[in-house]
């Protein structure tokens, strides 16, 4: 199975200052067509989770722009230019190109300092 | 509107079952792929299992594998989960979610205690 392997596992941001999640994969996650299947998801308190970015850089419909998402292999990231109040939640890469199983990484809590 | 709106779960004791529903709307459900996460309490997502369109590719967790069954009927925009020989460990909220995880339910709490 893919491990996924997120960093920090905690978070806390000053608003308006800028934040990075880590998300690390035990394998290449390229498949064979070419794309890389490396999702992030954001887990408000009290809420389900909701994608944010597929394909490693494509940014959901409604998502701020603020939010982007980069790497390719193992290693990628997801950056908040700016944090903002409503960002506070759990942040979560999965990998779909090696399944099953699907994976997710441990979660990384984002909070306001 | 968009949505995916989980049964209620509910409290069952350790060997018994339970049997969670998803209804789907404002998207066509017979086109997408579906698939159960799960998320025990103050923990991280976990995949469940997955089921293609026509229902004739399904995985599951090696966790769950033997004890649960996903199934679908597009007739009914609805996808469901058997659970059964349910232990402690099974105790999360379950959500459903699009092959793509782009629609996620509300989801719904499954306690699974004596």
């Known amino acids: 199975d893919v491990v996924m392997t997120q960093s920090p596992l905690s978070l806390p941001v000053t608003l308006g200052q800028p934040a990075s999640i880590s998300c690390r994969s035990s394998?290449?996650?390229?498949?064979?067509?070419?794309?890389?299947?490396l999702n992030w998801f954001q887990q408000r308190p009290g809420q389900s989770p909701r994608r944010l970015i597929y394909?490693?850089?494509n940014r959901d419909s409604g998502v701020p722009d603020r939010f982007s998402g980069s790497g390719s292999g193992t290693d990628f990231t997801l950056k908040i230019s700016r944090v903002e109040a409503e960002d506070v939640g759990v942040y979560y890469c999965?990998?779909?190109?090696?399944?099953?199983?699907?994976?997710f990484g441990q979660g990384t809590r984002l909070e306001i300092k | 509107e968009v949505q995916l709106v989980e049964s209620a779960g509910g409290l069952v004791q350790p060997g018994g079952s339970l049997r969670l529903s998803c209804a789907a709307s404002?998207?066509?459900?017979?086109?997408?792929?579906m698939n159960w996460v799960r998320q025990a309490p103050g923990k991280g997502l976990e995949w469940v299992s997955y089921?293609?369109?026509?229902?004739?590719?399904?995985y599951y967790a090696d966790s769950v594998k033997g004890r649960f069954t996903i199934s679908r009927d597009n007739a009914k925009n609805s996808l469901y989960l058997q659970m059964n020989s349910l232990r402690a460990e099974d105790t999360a909220v379950y959500y459903c979610?699009?092959?793509?995880?782009?629609?996620w339910g509300q989801g719904t709490m499954v306690t699974v205690s004596s």
């Open positions: 979610a699009t092959g793509a995880f782009d629609i």
């Open positions: 404002g998207f066509t459900f017979s086109s997408c792929e």
């Open positions: 394909k490693v850089s």
């Open positions: 999965m990998q779909g190109t090696h399944w099953p199983p699907i994976t």
């Open positions: 089921i293609s369109i026509s229902g004739s590719t399904i």
């Open positions: 394998q290449s996650l390229v498949y064979s067509d070419g794309n890389t299947y």
